[in-house]
Nanobody, 122 residues
Framework: QGSLKESGGNLVQAGESLRLACAGS????????CGWFRQAPGREREFVAF???????QYADFVNGRFTISRHDANNTVYLQMDSLKPEDTAVYYC????????????????WGQGTQVTVST
Protein backbone atom coordinates (compact mmCIF):
# COMPACT_ATOMS: atom_id res chain seq x y z
CA GLN A 1 0.00 0.00 0.00
CA GLY A 2 2.93 2.35 0.52
CA SER A 3 3.76 4.57 3.45
CA LEU A 4 1.97 7.18 5.48
CA LYS A 5 3.67 10.26 6.87
CA GLU A 6 2.25 12.50 9.56
CA SER A 7 3.25 16.12 10.09
CA GLY A 8 2.05 19.21 11.92
CA GLY A 9 2.69 18.28 15.53
CA ASN A 10 4.05 21.01 17.77
CA LEU A 11 4.14 22.53 21.25
CA VAL A 12 1.15 24.83 21.80
CA GLN A 13 -0.67 26.41 24.73
CA ALA A 14 -4.07 25.29 25.96
CA GLY A 15 -6.85 26.75 23.81
CA GLU A 16 -4.74 26.98 20.67
CA SER A 17 -5.12 25.00 17.45
CA LEU A 18 -3.07 22.65 15.31
CA ARG A 19 -3.65 21.00 11.96
CA LEU A 20 -2.13 17.57 11.50
CA ALA A 21 -1.58 16.14 8.04
CA CYS A 22 -1.31 12.53 6.88
CA ALA A 23 0.19 12.17 3.43
CA GLY A 24 -0.04 8.96 1.45
CA SER A 25 -0.88 7.51 -1.92
CA UNK A 26 -4.26 8.01 -3.53
CA UNK A 27 -4.87 4.27 -3.38
CA UNK A 28 -4.41 4.30 0.37
CA UNK A 29 -6.35 7.38 1.29
CA UNK A 30 -9.20 7.41 -1.23
CA UNK A 31 -10.03 3.71 -1.14
CA UNK A 32 -9.47 2.85 2.49
CA UNK A 33 -10.65 4.11 5.82
CA CYS A 34 -8.12 6.55 7.23
CA GLY A 35 -8.02 6.91 10.97
CA TRP A 36 -6.25 9.11 13.47
CA PHE A 37 -5.13 7.61 16.77
CA ARG A 38 -3.10 8.95 19.66
CA GLN A 39 -0.93 7.50 22.37
CA ALA A 40 0.14 9.29 25.52
CA PRO A 41 3.00 7.99 27.70
CA GLY A 42 1.94 5.00 29.74
CA ARG A 43 -1.41 4.73 27.98
CA GLU A 44 -2.79 2.55 25.24
CA ARG A 45 -3.23 3.84 21.72
CA GLU A 46 -6.73 5.28 21.37
CA PHE A 47 -9.03 6.15 18.51
CA VAL A 48 -9.51 9.81 17.63
CA ALA A 49 -11.38 9.92 14.29
CA PHE A 50 -11.79 8.24 10.92
CA UNK A 51 -12.99 9.10 7.43
CA UNK A 52 -13.83 6.31 5.00
CA UNK A 53 -14.08 5.99 1.23
CA UNK A 54 -17.72 7.06 1.39
CA UNK A 55 -16.79 10.20 3.37
CA UNK A 56 -18.46 8.84 6.49
CA UNK A 57 -16.82 10.26 9.59
CA GLN A 58 -16.73 9.21 13.22
CA TYR A 59 -15.08 10.84 16.23
CA ALA A 60 -14.20 9.62 19.68
CA ASP A 61 -16.46 10.94 22.41
CA PHE A 62 -13.68 13.02 23.96
CA VAL A 63 -13.40 15.08 20.76
CA ASN A 64 -16.69 16.79 21.64
CA GLY A 65 -16.76 18.98 18.54
CA ARG A 66 -13.18 20.25 18.88
CA PHE A 67 -11.55 18.27 16.03
CA THR A 68 -12.40 18.00 12.33
CA ILE A 69 -11.13 15.28 9.99
CA SER A 70 -11.09 15.87 6.24
CA ARG A 71 -9.60 14.33 3.12
CA HIS A 72 -8.19 16.28 0.20
CA ASP A 73 -7.91 14.00 -2.79
CA ALA A 74 -6.01 16.54 -4.89
CA ASN A 75 -2.95 16.23 -2.68
CA ASN A 76 -3.59 12.78 -1.20
CA THR A 77 -3.72 14.09 2.34
CA VAL A 78 -6.02 13.56 5.31
CA TYR A 79 -6.09 16.39 7.83
CA LEU A 80 -7.03 16.55 11.49
CA GLN A 81 -7.87 20.10 12.53
CA MET A 82 -7.66 20.33 16.30
CA ASP A 83 -9.11 23.38 18.05
CA SER A 84 -9.46 24.29 21.71
CA LEU A 85 -6.61 21.98 22.62
CA LYS A 86 -6.26 20.81 26.19
CA PRO A 87 -3.23 19.51 28.10
CA GLU A 88 -4.84 16.06 28.09
CA ASP A 89 -4.59 16.06 24.28
CA THR A 90 -0.82 15.72 24.64
CA ALA A 91 0.24 12.54 22.81
CA VAL A 92 1.89 11.14 19.74
CA TYR A 93 -0.69 11.21 16.95
CA TYR A 94 -0.69 8.51 14.30
CA CYS A 95 -2.59 8.04 11.08
CA UNK A 96 -3.38 4.60 9.73
CA UNK A 97 -5.46 2.90 7.05
CA UNK A 98 -7.92 0.02 7.24
CA UNK A 99 -9.75 -2.10 4.70
CA UNK A 100 -12.85 -2.03 6.88
CA UNK A 101 -15.46 0.61 6.25
CA UNK A 102 -15.83 1.52 9.92
CA UNK A 103 -13.11 0.73 12.43
CA UNK A 104 -12.22 2.30 15.76
CA UNK A 105 -9.87 -0.39 17.07
CA UNK A 106 -6.15 -0.12 16.27
CA UNK A 107 -5.97 -3.86 15.54
CA UNK A 108 -8.15 -3.35 12.45
CA UNK A 109 -5.65 -0.92 10.92
CA UNK A 110 -2.70 -2.46 9.14
CA UNK A 111 -0.70 0.45 7.75
CA TRP A 112 0.69 3.06 10.16
CA GLY A 113 2.74 6.21 9.98
CA GLN A 114 5.58 7.05 12.38
CA GLY A 115 3.56 9.58 14.36
CA THR A 116 3.84 13.28 15.18
CA GLN A 117 4.18 14.72 18.68
CA VAL A 118 1.53 17.10 19.99
CA THR A 119 2.24 18.80 23.31
CA VAL A 120 -0.26 21.15 24.92
CA SER A 121 0.97 23.24 27.83
CA THR A 122 -1.16 24.91 30.49
Amino acid sequence: QGSLKESGGNLVQAGESLRLACAGSSTMLQYHTCGWFRQAPGREREFVAFINRNDQIQYADFVNGRFTISRHDANNTVYLQMDSLKPEDTAVYYCATSGLNRAVTPAFYNNWGQGTQVTVST
